[in-house]
């Protein structure tokens, strides 16, 4: 804290009496105002004091010490807060907030590192087992990777939920402090952010890139697949009990169980089996003895030849001449459905296949009696994607750009229609180029992920591929823009709002003192 | 409309009345407005002073400082045109207003009180 603001700090002290309460905290005005304020409600104390004795003045310092007052007071200066905020060190609190949020952050980008190299053993064991031996269940598999994604599936999801548990408990105390506080939390938080999250995606993204094709899931038996629940459950009821408690210092904890508990059920124990499987091309219908009709792999050569001369455009595109010839068509799949709790696990019967190619497959996939597996694979682990950590870091980008500078022009750009004008203008360039890497190259139907997997990846898929194709020259502007919007309130502030002149009569630190 | 919007609004008339008489600073300010009202209004700063600020800020009334006998700085308020002419138009509209709303809650002025 610098000496001048110390002064003003003890001079708050001063006017509205001792104790922590009354200890000076950040108010969100600019030090004029503060002395301004400062003198006169010492004035008004002084006097009080005078007329009606040295009780009255007590208590009334002691109820200008409350917080409630305190922001009643500061309440018409939104502008001035924003201002003071925006061009001010940073209150000891808010140094707290910004060292816990970066502990958070390398948290997360360590276990987006550490499940990228998780994806990489899982993707080369897989291709071993699947393509370099024979049958294999996949138990050395699951032991190994299975404990990787765990631990990956853990500290990612702690890490996220920390994180955001302090950036929403760092934006309520700017909230209660002042709304103009809150307008420029928001904006700082906006360019440190665009700033770790953009310097973290160049320096790891490549390591980390996540493929929804590179996650495992898990095939599990009931029990562990009722982990997820089990733990979410705890943590969100736990949430509750505290919220219940209606105590302040408890509500980042219960904020923090709560978003545990969210994160961990959506990626828990879900479902993966991967199987690589021979089926008959051409298939007859058998009617067997007791009247039932079953599958059968056409064994009439003639008949197949001109069959699979038939399929024409629907021909299996895998398919080899001589598979042909044998009627067998090899396949390897893998499951794709995965929520606890939603999961109807049919194989081998229908379902094996990942269902958005069902439909398009429907047409040449028999119903085997008995399939024959060649090999299969089963993995053990919870689902957890490397770069799904930085991915939710990137979401409250654009909504803490909108926010804070639609908050901007609602605050400032009531000074004249001149200013307002160009104040909204600038304040809009802003705004696109926050909110363009988001769309940047992405069709309009995936902009936004809203399917249970954003949880696991983001829900913005499109900025991440935005940053990891970082290659081209409208990809390298973007990112810029995306960095200068976020330095654009301060231009805007400088530009548009200048801090009151104070007519003290006499020397401001004076006062002060 | 929530208690505080309208005590606000009372607040910022009674002010205009206030200032329309003379110059003053906020201690003075509410300390006229309870010995006027024989101690029924008590004007605390936390309320006082916010609206005077907005006062300031919209041009109603002009403030600078001064030195007072006891060497303090004070901030002495006084009323623009603007205000004036707000002051002007709203006495008699608060007038009529707090007439009806008494009529209708059932309150009896004080034999002799207008």
Sequence with gaps: MSARRARHGRAWALAVGGGEAAGFDDWGLTPGKVAELTAELEDHLSCLEGDEGRMAGCEARARLAKPSVRRALAAPHVADQVYATLNRLPTRREWIELATLLCWFGLIVLSDLGLGKASDAYQSAWKQLMWGHGIDNGNALSASAGTWFTLGWLFQNVARAGFFATFFMALARAWHTGRGVWLARILQLKLIHTVLVVTATFAVGQQILWAEDNIPRNFMHWPVWLIAPVISGVLILTAAALWLMRRPRLAPIALFALLLGVFLYVGGPGLERCAEVEVPIVRKTVLLADGTKVMRAETDPQLIAKRIAEMNENRPKRINPEDAKRNRWRISSRETVWIPGVYSWDWPRAGWFPLRKMQQAKQFLYMPDTPDAIRQLTVVGPIAVAGGGLGWLAVPIPFLGLIGLCGMVLVMGRRGFGEALAYTTLAGVAIVSTVLPFFFSQEVSKVFNYTPMAMITTPFPGFENCLAGATFEDTWMLILGLICSAAVPWLLTGLFLRPPRVQLPSDESAIAQ | ?114
């Design chain 2, 1 to 114: 409309m929530r208690d505080g919007g309208y005590l606000a609004g009372m607040l910022r008339v009674l002010i205009l009345s206030e200032l329309s008489r003379a110059e003053g600073y906020g201690y003075g300010i509410a300390r006229a407005l309870s010995e006027r009202s024989r101690g029924d209004l008590r004007v605390r700063p936390e309320s006082l002073y916010p609206v005077l600020h907005r006062m300031e800020q919209e041009g109603l009334i002009t403030a600078h400082w001064e030195q007072s006998a006891a060497g303090r700085p004070r901030k002495l308020y006084g009323l623009t045109a603007k205000g004036r002419r707000r002051w002007e138009r709203s006495r008699k509209a608060f007038i009529a207003q707090s007439r009806g709303a008494l009529k209708a809650i059932g309150a009896r002025l004080a034999p002799g009180e207008p």
